[in-house]
């Protein structure tokens, strides 16, 4: 299934079912929920652990298997029978199993319950492609490394275990590579558009498949095109080399752009500064948190409509900064402007979500903002941004 846990619905689990969609690296079927004794719990674990560290997926609880000569499961669905049970106290109760059973912990579990009848209902669970892995069950003094292939989990031997690592360190050096590629691209001012000269706000979103050379992206580009909800009055989108731009027509230099790359990753640059007045060399009002904000929730919320679930990088440069102020009123800072940024280029701190915020509106994507911008208006001499409430919500001025 390729679409977020939310919008699973029973037509979904009906679908596979009739079309008898047999397990597979992504998708296992379990008959019962996971008792609470500690073999169950075991099992549970290791169910979990395999799919992250393979390339996440989804177990269905309450779903039949066909049975074979011998009585054993063939991992083809033949009735969705659903479990009994309170839908809120199995999803919390099995929520809180896998913290303390696996290290490093896995973040971003979802869970939702698609009911049946009065007294049945389907207990999915999606568990992201892990940033973090490989994953160990750690469980009444065992510790076991879990990896799943199309006929189901199985535990990794020394030499699996040597080469997850490996390909872990690899998917992370690929992104550190494509993180640096990127940013001198834009310092060269290599983009697919050309944009107005000043300081610009490069903004990367980066899922965990990205680079990861056995996952793949998933992404379907036909899908970004036909469904991109950043398509407003003065942008226009396409194919290009790199997969999908989505960019400012308005005029002759490009005020922002959005790419979306084959590998599933994004990238967002814009400019910041003044337009009317740029000799004045200052970033207006609150225009940093507000236009990030909104182009960030707007990036999150197609992630999740194209099917991206898990975790996410997040990171956010400042390029052509140098001695350029943060201008801000008097009221807020009693000294008036914060002073010129001192560098050209600002590397502001990264963040890694454990999943896509649900909803991911402008609070949610301020919060994720928060740290790198905080750090921004450090770099400028100031105490953090000073639009962030003691609540942690956001107040830009436009």
């Not at 899922?207 to 991109?228: I, K």
């Not at 207006?284 to 904000?293: I, M």
Request: glycine share 8%; aromatic share 8%.
């Amino acid at each position: 299934m390729q679409k977020p846990i939310d919008s699973v619905t029973i037509e979904d689990l009906r679908g596979l079912v009739a079309n008898r969609v047999s397990e597979g690296r992504s998708l296992e079927y379990k008959e019962a929920l996971p008792g609470g004794g500690s073999g169950e719990k075991k099992e549970f674990l290791a169910d979990v652990s395999a799919l992250a560290n393979t390339s996440g997926g989804w177990i269905l609880y309450g779903i039949i298997e066909e049975r074979d000569e011998d009585g054993k499961p063939t991992g083809v669905p033949s009735e969705m029978r659903g479990v009994q049970g309170n839908q809120d106290s199995e999803m919390l109760r099995l929520d809180s199993i896998a913290p303390y059973g696996i290290e490093p912990r896995i973040h971003g579990l979802r869970w939702r319950a698609i009911t049946l009848t009065d007294s049945t209902f389907v207990l999915v669970c999606w568990v992201p492609r892990s940033l973090h892995s490989p994953h160990m069950v750690w469980f009444e003094k065992s510790s076991k490394f879990w990896a799943r292939a199309a006929s189901g989990k199985y535990q990794l031997d020394v030499q699996q275990l040597r080469a997850s690592f490996v390909a872990s360190d690899a998917t992370r050096e690929r992104t550190r590579s494509f993180l640096r590629d990127r940013l001198s691209a834009v310092i060269a001012q290599e983009t697919p558009v050309t944009l107005v000269n000043g300081p610009l706000a490069v903004l990367h979103l980066i899922p965990p498949a990205a680079f990861d050379a056995e996952a793949g992206s998933g992404l379907d580009l036909a899908q970004v095109l036909r469904e991109h909800l950043f398509n407003r009055r003065l942008e226009a989108s396409r194919y290009n080399l790199d997969g999908v731009l989505v960019c400012d027509r308005s005029g002759p230099e490009a005020a922002h752009y959005t790419q979306v790359f084959r590998t599933g990753a994004l990238e967002h640059v814009r400019y910041i500064g003044r337009f009317r007045r740029p000799e004045l060399r200052s970033i207006p009002n609150g225009s940093v948190e507000k236009e990030l904000g909104d182009e960030l929730a707007r990036l999150l919320h197609d992630l999740r409509a194209w099917g991206v679930g898990g975790s996410l990088l997040v990171t956010l440069a400042i390029t052509g900064s140098r001695v350029w102020g943060l201008s801000v009123p008097s009221i807020l800072y009693a000294r008036g402007d914060v002073s010129s940024i001192d560098r050209d280029v600002l590397r502001l701190p990264e963040v890694w979500l454990p999943e896509i915020p649900d909803p991911p509106d402008f609070q949610a994507a301020a919060r994720v903002l928060r740290a790198p911008l905080d750090t921004l208006w450090q770099s400028a001499g100031g105490d953090g941004s000073p639009y962030y409430n003691p609540d942690g919500t956001c107040s830009p001025r436009n």
